[in-house]
């Protein structure tokens, strides 16, 4: 198990940016597909976005193409998510999460495919 911890969610405005950063344990970081998931009130927690284990290839959802970039610093253990041109809907808790599942990318957007999560970082975009 990774152990994840994410960072720089705040108050923007609507049409702003926010840089989310998540920190990992352990020497195995390079080995997990890691994705960002966001869960707004009163709704169920959806896919944002993911990344390989490498960096080389990304996935994200329709709501985030486009305006969000997900990449990551294998030396530092870091996963990161920019968020540029946000919108009052993008609103959430957004959460790092870690799968050390190797092979396709198909289950990517499936959160029960990742075992390792975050305790969530507040994301509010006022209009």
């Known amino acids: 198990q990774v152990q994840l911890v994410e960072s720089g969610g705040g108050l923007v405005q609507a049409g702003g940016s926010l840089r989310l950063s998540c920190a990992a344990s352990?020497?195995?970081?390079?080995?997990?597909?890691m994705g960002w998931f966001r869960q707004a009130p009163g709704k169920e927690r959806e896919f944002v976005a993911s990344?390989?284990?490498?960096?080389?290839?990304?996935s994200y959802a329709d709501s985030a193409k486009g305006r969000f970039t997900i990449s990551r610093d294998n030396a530092q253990n870091t996963v990161n998510l920019q968020m540029n041109s946000l919108k009052p809907e993008d609103t959430a808790v957004y959460y790092c999460?870690?799968?050390?599942?190797?092979?396709?990318?198909?289950?990517?957007?499936?959160?029960?495919?990742?075992?390792?999560w975050g305790q969530g970082t507040q994301v509010t975009v006022s209009s």
């Open positions: 999460a870690a799968s050390s599942r190797i092979y396709g990318t198909t289950w990517w957007a499936n959160e029960y495919e990742y075992r390792s």
């Open positions: 352990g020497r195995t970081f390079s080995s997990y597909v």
């Open positions: 990344i390989s284990s490498s960096g080389g290839r990304t």
